[in-house]
């Protein structure tokens, strides 16, 4: 069935279910690619490859689904938006795997939690955007939660060296994370979803795909096997759905909702899926955060 086919709900509580079950599906979607993304590691693949494998699935479904359903309108407005946010979705790419390679994982985790904060400044100055008391209360718990998970990530051992490049390649990775999440809020506020969505998602994912092949050719360490490009071509399915996922969420329920809890729901089931599936050991701090992102949840679907 196609999710654009979906009427606009009249009812309130019919909106937010509609809502509701889309922001769920766009967390199940990126539990998915995190670990399909594991699972490369233990083969060993260039993480980097599978990733641009990635894009091509992405790129080339966006046209082919949009063509069929008329969800590829080209117009200017639309396309300098996906292009925009294609190149800011492979530079944040990039800068993660430079942060991690030169601080460790807990700080660049910690940043793209609390980078939620902009799109969130945003859907509230910009649009409007208005949480009652109890979602109010969720919204803070929700950046509580975040926090914690990040301070839960475990580093390497390297020694973290305060320097200003360091600091602004944080800063770069902050402002990233940010842009990509206000982009799709002003795609959804400012564009026909039904007309133009998988048009910005070809534009997006296009952009992403050749940037990142571009840097997988210049990187000589790279290597290209079939098997991370298979996984790759694969892993941009779920990355797909969960875009579409998540745009549909933010036309049914304020972004102010939708950018907390989908942050605080990925790491739920993920941390959920690393127990059962890759048995890994929760630290008491992660949760301690998983309780907090539980009562987070429960006070903004008040």
Not at 46 to 60: D, E, F, G, K, W
Request: include cysteine.
């Amino acid at each position: 069935m196609n999710p654009l086919s979906l009427p606009v709900a009249t009812g309130n509580a019919t909106s937010v279910g509609a809502g509701i079950l889309f922001l769920i599906l766009s967390i199940l979607s990126s539990v998915i690619i995190a670990n399909l993304l594991r699972f490369s590691e233990h083969r060993r693949s260039s993480r980097l490859v599978v990733i641009a494998a990635n894009y091509i699935t992405c790129t080339v479904s966006s046209v082919v689904y949009g063509l069929s359903t008329g969800g590829l309108s080209l117009s200017g407005g639309v396309a300098g938006l996906g292009i925009i946010t294609g190149v800011s979705f492979a530079m944040t790419f990039w800068l993660m795997i430079i942060a991690i390679g030169r601080v460790g994982i807990a700080i660049p985790v910690s940043v793209t939690r609390l980078a939620v904060v902009l799109p969130i400044a945003v859907s509230l100055v910009v649009y409007g955007e208005r949480p009652n008391t109890w979602q109010q209360a969720g919204l803070a718990l929700a950046l509580v939660a975040l926090v914690l998970f990040g301070r839960s990530a475990g580093g390497d051992g390297r020694t973290v060296v305060p320097r200003w490049q360091t600091f602004l390649l944080v800063l770069g990775l902050f402002l990233g994370m940010g842009i990509n999440g206000v982009n799709m809020k002003i795609f959804e506020e400012e564009f026909s979803v039904d007309a133009s969505l998988y048009g910005f998602l070809a534009f997006l994912f296009g952009t992403a795909m050749l940037l990142s092949w571009a840097l997988v050719l210049t990187r000589r360490r790279e290597r290209v096997t079939p098997f991370a490009v298979g996984l790759g071509l694969v892993l941009g399915l779920p990355n797909l759905l969960s875009s579409v996922f998540f745009i549909l969420a933010l036309r049914y329920l304020p972004g102010i909702v939708v950018f907390p809890l989908n942050d605080v729901g990925i790491v739920i089931v993920s941390a959920l899926t690393g127990v059962l599936f890759w048995r890994e050991k929760l630290s008491l701090l992660t949760r301690l955060a998983l309780m907090v992102s539980l009562a987070a949840i429960a006070l903004m679907n008040l």
